[in-house]
């Protein structure tokens, strides 16, 4: 027996020195079957027992950060030794991650390494704008510089594996994670997805500053009832396919290695032991070739859901569903060899999860180093690197919306006096924003700091005139005199970082605390004021609309946010940011979004008897795609290559956009469609293509686009996704409220 285990482990090591190829397509394809990496997997699967076979399984957490004391529970690194553990997470940092993969390589049997997996969201130790703020930008490669930087970073550290992109379309700003994804559009959130993808993955995972990205969460967590985190998902086969889905077929396209499952039930089955949405649909119709991981103790949960009543049938359903992974439930590890002894699992069905996981170990080169991502120097080379700042300033500043300017901004440099308020104004806590990674607010710079490097010969003061929460007025009087000393007054205020994110859902979307009547009393002395908002979610903010003179809305910028918001507030850039998210006036309108459909009885002001409230219009206070500009932008010359086109016609659209401004600026073009009459109603708009350009003050772009009917196809009555002869508008212009339209017919 020890002679046939020398053998084994001579023949892997042997494998470890022979050539590695990712499986990947270098333009980001999706995720392939080598014939080389499966003939590995084969052999490291016939070595295996059935007890490790069910370790690759199994992921366990670890217990301590790479800044202070750690002390890896014994338990842990005794399952790692038996061969019990497939994977872990948040082990951080080049030495430790050395220190767990070297008990798994060099203790265990086989020695198979372990994959090492973080929530690295926007960001590793170089902290991004939050994912919704980023997506703000409309700029795709920005989007993927941002994630390929995070990617670096983690990589250095010894991460080989992100529990991102989130591509959870969300329609309900309530909901606290809205701040983890795109927004609410499934056209834009998938083109997001693929970007987020690529910017983690790069052209081949065999590249070492890579790591494996995580689309999550599968699927339909964003439609939690009441915008309440983990709460029951109910919605219509159509809408699971037309909005919820597409991201997540998007990253398959993209090459994602691997998804998650969502805690949520969807219809009436918790989706972790849905085996319609995990096997049928994302294994066998999507053909996904990675792995799938539970969220955190999901497998376990499905108790309390009510689906299973105990450990056994818990595992029972997930497996069965097509999860590979357990993530932190310890069900897998204790269940498996029970249900397969009882016929209820087969031992193949074990196998191709464990195929799955050997499958991206093998390209991400861990059996041929199971060290390479545990290099201290590379990590002290590219963490917080100066050119990984000054990127993250970059997409902080390309992510800011312009909200309303009368004629305040920018500020000019030349001002004498300039105060700075709120509770907002000199925080590098907060200005993170949640999600953070290994990011410290010791290492961001705040936006009270950011402006005092900007104007070095200026008086820069400052009050914080209240806290983010609580009711104390008690700064109100020092933030009011520091004010009226003032040229320009910058009043920064809106969430913390732990007021949006997981388990971080609001019943009321206002300002938190006090800061509403901050606003209004510093804006009382009719002074030169801008706000600049940092939060996670769309807030109900039409007070400040009617009241103030200018709103910027920085979202939570991340490491370089106050350097951001001061290159835009002093015009060194000019804000481009469009939302990807409309912005309510009240809770009562949610949910809200742009790509609803009409009813029979649209609204109509003088008559009772249609869709309507009494006491608010329906209408959004800022819809998806706003954004203003220093400079503006007119659009003229619109117009398209045919009345009629066939369905294996192109049809061209074009519209010259003009800067009529003073200020070089960039625009987000959008172009937008309606299907008129269908077999099923269609929405009043939906999201088709857009193109972001720079303009020189006095110049005139034209923007191209194209259509065919592959652009107009939709779920029919009968579930076929097809277009259909008919009727169709084309509109165009910078947001979706304010646009030109025109008309065709597909024959």
């Keep these: 027996m020890k002679l046939k285990l020398i053998i084994a482990v001579v023949t892997l090591a042997a494998w470890s020195c022979s050539g590695n190829k990712a499986t990947m397509d270098h333009s980001g394809g999706k995720l392939s079957i080598d ?21 690759q399984l199994n992921q366990l957490t670890g217990n301590g950060e790479t800044t202070g004391p750690i002390t890896f529970a014994t338990e842990y690194q005794d399952a790692i030794r038996k061969g019990e553990v497939g994977s872990m997470l948040n082990v951080n940092g080049a030495a430790y991650t050395y220190k767990v993969q070297k008990i ?85 959130g998938s083109l ?7 910017g983690f993955q790069g052209s081949s995972l065999a590249d070492p500053s890579t790591i494996v990205a995580c689309a999550k969460h599968f699927v339909a967590y964003g ?7 983990y709460n029951t998902v109910d919605i219509s086969n159509r809408t699971l396919h037309e909005v919820y889905l597409p991201p997540f077929k998007a990253a398959i396209d993209a090459g994602v290695g691997t998804f998650m499952s969502s805690f949520n039930e969807l219809n009436g089955v918790p989706v972790t032991g849905n085996k319609e949405m995990v096997k049928d649909i994302l294994k066998d119709e999507w053909q996904f070739n990675g792995f799938i991981v539970s969220d955190w103790a999901s497998i376990r949960e499905m108790l309390v859901h009510g689906i299973a009543s105990d450990d056994y049938q818990a595992a029972d359903l997930a497996m069965n569903a097509g999860i590979d992974m357990d993530m932190e439930g310890h069900i897998y590890i204790h269940q498996l060899k029970k249900l397969l002894a009882d016929g209820k699992i087969t031992e193949k069905q074990i196998d191709d999860a464990v195929r799955r996981i050997l499958r991206i170990k093998f390209m991400l080169g861990l059996f041929d180093d199971p060290y390479r991502y545990c290099d201290t120097i590379r990590e002290k080379e590219l963490i917080l690197n100066p050119r990984h700042l000054e990127i993250a300033r970059e997409v902080a500043r390309k992510s800011m919306v312009l909200l309303k300017n009368d004629g305040v901004l920018p500020l000019s440099k030349k001002l004498n006096t300039v105060a700075v308020i709120g509770p907002l104004a000199d925080n590098t806590e907060d200005i993170i924003g949640t999600w953070s990674a290994r990011g410290e607010g010791k290492d961001a710079v705040s936006v009270l700091t950011g402006i005092r490097q900007k104007l070095p010969n200026t008086k820069v003061i400052h009050a914080k ?19 009226r000393k003032a040229d320009a007054v910058v009043l920064v205020v809106g969430e913390a970082a732990m007021m949006s994110g997981e388990a971080l859902s609001r019943a009321f979307l206002d300002l938190p605390g006090v800061q509403k009547d901050l606003v209004l009393a510093i804006n009382e002395l009719k002074k030169p004021m801008v706000v600049v908002l940092m939060n996670g979610r769309p807030l109900t903010i039409e007070w400040m609309d009617n009241a103030v003179p200018a709103i910027l809305e920085a979202w939570l ?30 809770v009562g309108q949610i949910p809200l979004f742009y790509y609803h459909k009409n009813t029979g009885r649209p609204r109509v ?37 045919a009345n009629e086109i066939g369905m294996s016609d192109t049809l061209k659209v074009w519209v010259d956009v003009t800067n009529t401004g003073n200020y070089d600026g960039e625009e987000v073009v959008q172009l937008y469609i309606r299907d008129m009459v269908g077999s099923v109603t ?40 097809k277009a259909e002869p008919g009727d169709f508008k084309v509109f165009v212009g910078g947001n979706s409220r304010d646009l030109q339209e025109l008309s065709f017919r597909l024959k």
């Excluded at 439609?223 to 985190?229: E, F, H, L, T, Y």
């Excluded at 999201?687 to 779920?715: C, P, Q």
Aim: charged share 25%; hydrophobic share 40%; proline share 7%.
């Design 465 to 483: 005139g209240c806290d983010i929460t609580g009711d104390s007025k008690a700064g109100f009087a020092e933030a009011i005199a520091t004010a």
């Design 557 to 586: 910028p991340g490491t370089m946010g106050g350097p951001a918001v001061a290159d835009v507030l002093f015009g060194d850039y000019n804000p481009s940011g469009k939302l990807p998210m409309t912005f309510p006036r009240n």
């Design 682 to 721: 269609r929405p009043v708009k939906e999201l088709k293509g857009f193109e972001k350009v720079f303009i020189k003050k006095g110049e005139t772009v034209k923007v191209m686009f194209k259509l065919t009917a592959s652009d107009l196809a939709f779920y029919t009555r009968t579930m076929e996704f």
């Design 192 to 198: 997001v997805a693929k970007a987020r993808v690529k």
């Design 605 to 641: 002001e003088t008559e009772r008897y249609t869709s309507k409230y009494i006491d608010s219009p329906n209408t959004p206070l800022y819809p998806f795609g706003y954004g203003l500009s220093y400079t503006s932008f007119d659009y003229s010359n619109f117009g398209i290559s």
């Design 223 to 229: 439609a939690a009832m009441g915008g309440r985190d």
């Design 104 to 188: 798994a390589v060099e203790e265990s049997r086989l020695g198979i390494p372990l994959i090492f997996g973080y929530d690295v969201i926007h960001g590793y130790k170089t902290i991004f704008p939050i994912p919704l703020g980023e997506a703000a930008c409309w700029d795709l490669d920005a989007i993927e510089k941002s994630a390929r930087i995070a990617a670096i970073e983690a990589a250095a550290a010894g991460q080989h594996w992100t529990f991102a992109p989130m591509v959870d379309i969300a329609r309900d700003p309530r909901w606290g994670r809205v701040m983890e994804g795109a927004g609410e559009d499934p056209f834009y």
């Design 35 to 55: 014939p080389a990496i499966e003939g590995k997997v084969d052999s490291v699967l016939k070595l295996m027992t059935i007890d490790e076979k069910i370790g």
